[in-house]
């Protein structure tokens, strides 16, 4: 039985045949997963995670069951011991192996403390729901990465310039109003790795991703032939870069720095004059949300350039050619 809660599960091979049958489905609408069900639970709101998920169940011939934590569903306790006299009334250690019972896969999106880096990196909900699930696992976003996110965003670079290998691309941290996790700069770093991209990573002093994160990335990288490059300069960062992925996050626990730094270097929002150091084509990408002039300004996310929307798409492209090889290969 396979998981896919790590760009890990896959493997750069594994990520070049989920990105081949994504591109090879395009268009075409295979009945693959005919009476399959998948279960979805949400510790955390979602717009496109929860429709493209849905889409692709319902196109491919199955269906969905969604559960929203704490909303018309028990709240779950995953803390091993925990004397349960609080507001979470059940444990995953029945949840989980309780829904396992009724579908073909369970999908989980987890949260970070945002607080605590060695915590996040743990990933103690998701993998509760790894140990406890006896069908196939798949992160919808976790505390460490959001993995299908990371094959979407590669799944983009590689439509538009024909490949990923040796692709120089920017991941460039963003402004935003209160720290955000970093699962999606991790999963667009390790997912580029994985496909042999150049990758340059600028934050400002104290926006460090995790160390087990970037040691994984530098030995993706050594391997596919890629490279990652950290530095606090966004104007050498962005030079020559044919993509281009803005995305804000907390700083890391032990800069010292409090909640309130995610505030400052407002000049770190990405704009026109960034963008016009980059190649030229180069394209600018997005997880989704994003907040307009904080992250992000409007003449970058309205320019041409952007394939936000495009990326957002590629979700559900990718997430069929998963739900294919995990539940019939
Ligand atoms: N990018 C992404 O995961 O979007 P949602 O949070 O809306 O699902």
Redesign the pocket.
Known sequence: MNHFTSIQDLGPAGVESILAKATAWKGKFPKHLTDKLLGMVFF???????A?FEAVMVRGGGNAVVLEVGNGVWKLEDRLGAIMDGDRAEHVKEAVPVLARYVDALAV?TFATCSDDDADNLDPVLNAFRQYSTVPVIS??SARE?P??GLADLLTVKETFGTTKKVPVTLTWAPHIKPLPKA?PNSFLLTAAAAGCEIRVARPEGFDLHPSVLAEAQSLAAYTGGSVTITDDQNEALHGAKAVYAKAWGPSTVSGLGPDAVKSNALWMLNREHMAKAAAGAIFLH???VRRNVEVADEVLDHPSSRVVDE?EN?FHVQRALMDWLLNA
Request: positive net charge; charged residues 25%; proline residues 10%.
């Open positions: 955390n709101p979602s717009l496109r995670t929860r493209s999106r919808m976003e959001h299908c996110q999606v997880c989704l949300p957002a979700r």
